[in-house]
């Protein structure tokens, strides 16, 4: 059981976003592994959860979870998209654990652990990321999500299964060879999302430097890493 005071963003889904400007370009090639854990209020809205260069994942209309992976373009310069999609609507208001995963040969999409959807992906790399910039709670200012995020999670290498289950229960320490960008939520206060890894790509909340309506608030919520 766990007995520290977690902290979480919440998002209102009207205009609260957080956004980070990339100051070291993320070293992801064709492996890469992204995971959040959140809990969506009731909407029927279209919903971002993260939105960077390479990856998408937010939420559609019917409440299922949906996630977008952009390749680099191929000879004929045409773009490489695929997309996953969970079979359970997750807008329950309950915690979920979302990863992505893919391995230069297929992604899938993770839910609570379990392997919800698989696709073959094109022998590319991840989309670089080109303006260096990437939100969580919205695409660039729009689609906004509405309810909590937590222990946000990037890494340059393809978790397995058994690896996700065993890791999403579990806070890292930031100094983990593989992790590129670690947002846990610990700061309480402040407009600074720290990122816990190496990489040092802290994120702001909303647009300004004072407080305004367009940023996500602190809450304590249950702990779900240990």
């Not at 059981?1 to 993320?26: I, P, Q, R």
């Not at 979302?98 to 022998?123: E, H, Q």
């Not at 397995?160 to 206060?189: H, P």
């Not at 999302?193 to 996500?216: F, I, R």
Request: glycine letters at 6%.
């Amino acid at each position: 059981t766990c007995s520290y005071e977690n902290h979480v963003l919440s998002f209102d889904g009207d205009n609260d976003f957080t956004g980070a400007e990339f100051k070291t370009l993320l070293a992801i090639e064709k492996q890469a592994t992204y995971e959040l854990w959140f809990k969506a209020s009731q909407s029927n809205a279209e919903q971002i959860l993260l939105d960077t260069t390479g990856i998408t994942i937010g939420l559609n209309a019917n409440g299922n979870a949906v996630v977008n992976v952009k390749f680099e373009k191929n000879n004929q310069n045409e773009n490489q998209n695929v997309s996953l999609s969970s079979n359970i609507s997750v807008r329950d208001n309950l915690w979920h654990h979302i990863a992505i995963s893919t391995n230069g040969m297929i992604a899938i999409l993770y839910m609570d652990g379990n392997g919800n959807d698989t696709i073959a992906v094109p022998d590319s790399k991840l989309l670089a990321s080109e303006n260096k910039l990437f939100f969580i709670g919205s695409s660039d200012k729009a689609k906004f999500f509405s309810g909590l995020i937590d222990e946000i999670r990037i890494w340059n290498s393809s978790k397995t299964q058994k690896e996700i289950q065993t890791f999403m229960r579990v806070s890292s320490k930031g100094n983990e060879t593989d992790l590129i960008g670690y947002y846990s939520m610990y700061e309480a206060k402040g407009l600074v999302l720290h990122d816990l890894s190496n990489n040092k790509n802290d994120a702001k909340l909303g647009n300004s430097d004072e407080v305004n309506q367009m940023q996500p608030v602190w809450l304590i919520a249950e702990p779900l890493t240990r």
